[in-house]
């Protein structure tokens, strides 16, 4: 049995007039993460309910594969320009889910 894709969602805030400056962190650390093995891909979402809310919402093929990564050296360094914006105001900075079931579902 494959293990589950897993998604990584980091919460993050912008002011008003730093909304420009986060969605800059997030293209440079997406470039510095191209071809990171296990990384499927990742999205900047914005909030259409909070103001200035955020979600970097990245998607790995396994639990393994980010675990490696987040473990390895370069991980601190690459999202480093993205770790002022992170928000923790709801008890948690970040949330990993496992991929449980998914529509349309993929042909092998």
């Given at each position: 049995?494959?293990?589950?894709?897993?998604?990584?969602?980091?919460?993050?805030?912008?002011s008003?007039?730093?909304?420009?400056?986060?969605?800059?962190?997030?293209?440079?650390?997406?470039?510095?993460?191209?071809?990171?093995?296990?990384?499927?891909?990742?999205?900047?979402?914005?909030?259409?309910?909070?103001?200035?809310?955020?979600?970097?919402?990245?998607?790995?093929?396994?639990?393994?594969?980010?675990?490696?990564?987040?473990?390895?050296?370069?991980?601190?360094?690459?999202?480093?320009?993205?770790?002022?914006f992170?928000?923790?105001?709801?008890?948690?900075?970040?949330?990993?889910?496992?991929?449980?079931?998914?529509?349309?579902?993929?042909?092998?």
């Amino acid at each position: 049995m494959t293990s589950p894709r897993v998604r990584v969602l980091v919460y993050a805030r912008a002011s008003g007039d730093s909304h420009a400056e986060l969605a800059e962190a997030y293209h440079q650390v997406s470039r510095e993460l191209a071809g990171t093995p296990g990384l499927l891909g990742n999205e900047l979402l914005r909030s259409l309910t909070q103001p200035g809310g955020f979600l970097v919402l990245s998607e790995w093929d396994s639990l393994e594969s980010f675990r490696t990564w987040e473990a390895g050296t370069r991980h601190r360094q690459t999202t480093a320009p993205l770790r002022s914006f992170q928000d923790g105001s709801n008890g948690q900075s970040f949330a990993l889910y496992a991929v449980t079931a998914a529509y349309p579902e993929e042909r092998s």
